[in-house]
């Protein structure tokens, strides 16, 4: 695993003794001497992590981090401040401008490296979510978007803590709800299936359970691909660096030491809530572009390249299984007087309205899609024509039978449509061919005087 570490310091000696350690697990290595020049490399998308230095003349650490994580741009890259400051109150100042961790100097080579590795694999993920969500001159504009929906009011967190002593969540607990949905289960047993079962946003483990591997469970969580991206966070006791180091390497996202100071707790759980609701967002940016790169934005019905990517693979599949597959082509009846009489607006809004009384009578496992323009068509499969046709009859009559409210139910237009219906056959037929004797059949309709079902034999 290799990583661009920016180092940011103004003493040159710090920066060399960080670069050495840093080099030495074979990470490259940028440095930067103040503020601005460290933005300017965030900005430019130069560096995966940030090591940085609070003490610095002009702008310090603490402004750094907070412009940082305030521009769309750079807000994903994970920032750890190494200074020699060492108070609590210091510690807490960066985490609250969005620090994902904060070492105190003389930094422990094992935390540092552990640390930074982890941040590194976090980073990956998100990064691959961000090449996914947006591209090029779409970056700014989508992460700017994503950045005003992470800070958007939210509904509670739900946070689960798992420890099986009083004393030593009660406090936690305290602190936590406040603004905060939170479980407690005292069980280290049952809390696998708790978390699992259970709709949480944040994990608290704490390294101390009596007769039992808090690691176990935390490498469960990450290999169960409903808990693989929920933030987990331990609580260590002094003495523990090393299973902490370990945790890291599992995929724990942060760990606080006990005794719990409050303030860096609600510090550290508002860091993991934002990170997840960053990386949710994105995810659920590349779910929506993955739906409208298949999906019929009006009628919400899969569009022609879905149609084109799936009905061969299905088509070959139930042929290879000698298994019935029925094409049903439905085309609106005279749609041009429709726009021409109430306009395009009504038009579409027929359109939607047939999509959507087809999508009301057809199964989910038939491949519904608009074809182009007013026509549809749906793929039926283990259906032979004799069911299929019943289906289409219906469909037609709910189209005759009931007009189409427009204009907030003022206006009702009536219209019909037109289906034409084939089955595969089993000797020797291609999809195309189906397809081909489906149109027929619709164009058959159409001749015949319109709003009727043909059904061609294979």
């Avoid at 704490?206 to 808090?214: A, H, T």
């Avoid at 100071?261 to 960053?278: N, P, S």
């Avoid at 047939?354 to 068509?377: L, T």
């Amino acid at each position: 695993m290799t990583a661009r570490i920016l180092v940011v310091d103004d003493i040159p000696t710090n920066v060399k003794l960080l670069e050495a350690r840093l080099m030495a697990e074979y990470f490259q290595v940028l440095t930067a001497c103040n503020g601005q020049d460290a933005l300017d490399l965030c900005e430019s998308g130069q560096c995966d992590i940030v090591l940085l230095d609070v003490m610095m003349p002009g702008m310090n650490g603490f402004e750094v981090c907070r412009r940082l994580k305030s521009n769309p741009i750079t807000m994903h890259i994970p920032v750890v401040m190494v200074t020699a400051l060492d108070q609590p109150e210091d510690r807490i100042q960066g985490l609250e401008a969005g620090a994902d961790d904060f070492l105190t100097k003389p930094v422990n080579d094992l935390a540092l490296v552990t640390r930074v590795k982890s941040l590194v694999r976090l980073k990956m993920l998100t990064d691959d979510l961000r090449l996914r969500a947006s591209n090029g001159d779409e970056l700014a504009m989508n992460y700017s978007k994503v950045m005003a929906e992470v800070n958007a009011p939210k509904e509670r967190p739900n946070v689960i803590i798992v420890d099986d002593r009083s004393a030593s969540y009660e406090k936690v607990v305290t602190a936590l709800s406040k603004s905060h949905n939170v479980t407690v289960e005292t069980d280290p047993n049952d809390a696998l299936f708790s978390i699992v079962e259970g709709n949480y946003d944040l994990a608290i483990i704490s390294l101390g359970l009596e007769n039992f591997d808090s690691l176990r469970l935390c490498s469960h969580l990450r290999s169960l691909e409903r808990t693989r991206l929920l933030p987990l966070l331990v609580v260590a006791v002094q003495g523990q660096e090393d299973v902490v180091s370990r945790a890291m390497e599992i995929g724990v996202n942060d760990y606080i030491k006990s005794p719990v100071d409050m303030h860096e707790l609600l510090a550290r759980v508002k860091t993991q809530m934002t990170r997840k609701r960053y990386n949710d967002c994105l995810r659920d940016s590349v779910q929506q572009t993955i739906e409208m790169a298949v999906k019929d934005s009006l009628t919400g019905l899969h569009n022609r390249r879905y149609f084109d990517m799936h009905f061969p693979s299905l088509f070959e599949k139930s042929f290879a299984l000698n298994k019935p597959v029925t094409a049903m082509m439905c085309d609106i009846d005279k749609f041009k007087s429709v726009n021409d009489t109430h306009g395009h607006d009504v038009g579409d809004l027929v359109i939607a309205e047939v999509a959507n009384r087809i999508r009301k009578n057809v199964r989910n496992v038939d491949i519904a899609c608009r074809y182009g323009g007013e026509e549809f068509i749906v793929i039926m499969p283990d259906t032979d024509i004799v069911y299929a046709s019943v289906v289409a009859e219906r469909i037609r009559r709910e189209v005759e039978e009931h007009p189409i409210l427009a204009e907030n139910g003022s206006k009702q237009v009536y219209t019909t449509i037109s289906m034409g219906l084939s089955s595969i056959d089993h000797e020797s037929d291609t999809p195309s061919a189906l397809m081909k004797r489906a149109d027929n059949a619709l164009y058959a309709a159409k001749r015949a005087g319109r709003n009727q079902v043909i059904t061609v034999a294979a």
